[in-house]
């Protein structure tokens, strides 16, 4: 009855997760070998480390009554992107260092919805989508750390983005298309120079990722309704 955690690779599926506790989040480390997911159980929120294969313990980075999903690793492996979720301001997107004392800081923290948060290749960008301030999710692009800058990267509405490359973000359109955005970098500034729909996809969840990219940027892996 709860959720549980699988890989699945060329040679079938093992399963990653067996406690009675509820996961259902999980991100892969730059270099493959190690996962961070969240796992829920009773009052306790938490996140949870460990190599992505073999029988080694794992080890909760983070524990506390909040609810939280980890989105995105940074290139340098240094520190995850978290999404969390509160009464008073909605989903929020925070930075948590893996070195030293686990301490949350605020990437994007407002009284808007702010979503699907994923690091740039270089590790100095991150896409996101957020309600602020138009009321409607859009995709936007700010620095790491924060200094106010914003750039929105949708037209006409816009969530889950992810790095295609350095001057490319995919993301999913209100009716369930993928768009991909071209993006150039000339100083302190960010201009899109292009929005091309690539394809309309089926996905059967609208709250969790309905695709991602590889590293390499070659393909793109959906999770696709078949009928």
Do not use: C
């Not at 996961?23 to 997911?37: A, H, K």
């Not at 009464?87 to 702010?114: C, Q, V, Y």
């Not at 490359?165 to 359109?173: D, G, H």
Request: hydrophobic share 40%; net charge negative.
């Amino acid at each position: 009855g709860n959720r549980d955690l699988w890989i699945y690779d060329a040679n079938g599926r093992s399963q990653l997760t067996t406690a009675a506790a509820d996961e259902n989040w999980l991100i892969w480390s730059p270099d493959g070998q190690r996962v961070i997911y969240n796992s829920f159980e009773g009052n306790k929120a938490s996140l949870v480390q460990r190599p992505a294969r073999g029988d080694a313990a794992a080890t909760t980075i983070i524990e506390d009554g909040r609810g939280k999903w980890p989105v995105s690793w940074s290139p340098d492996g240094q520190r995850i992107l978290v999404v969390t979720n509160s009464d008073a301001t909605g989903n929020d997107i925070w930075l948590l260092p893996l070195a030293g004392a686990p301490r949350m800081t605020s990437f994007i923290d407002t009284a808007a919805s702010e979503n699907w948060a994923a690091f740039s290749p270089d590790g100095k960008y991150v896409a996101y989508s957020s309600t602020e301030p138009t009321g409607s999710a859009e995709v936007y692009v700010a620095p790491v750390p924060g200094d106010g800058r914003m750039w929105r990267i949708s037209a006409g509405g816009g969530t889950q983005a992810r790095w295609r490359r350095l001057n490319e973000i995919v993301y999913l359109s209100p009716n369930r298309e993928l768009v991909a955005a071209g993006l150039r970098f000339s100083g302190n500034d960010l201009e899109v120079t292009d929005l091309d729909p690539l394809f309309p996809i089926d996905i059967p969840y609208g709250a969790y990722h309905g695709f991602d990219v590889t590293p390499d940027g070659a393909r793109i892996l959906i999770n696709h309704v078949v009928v």
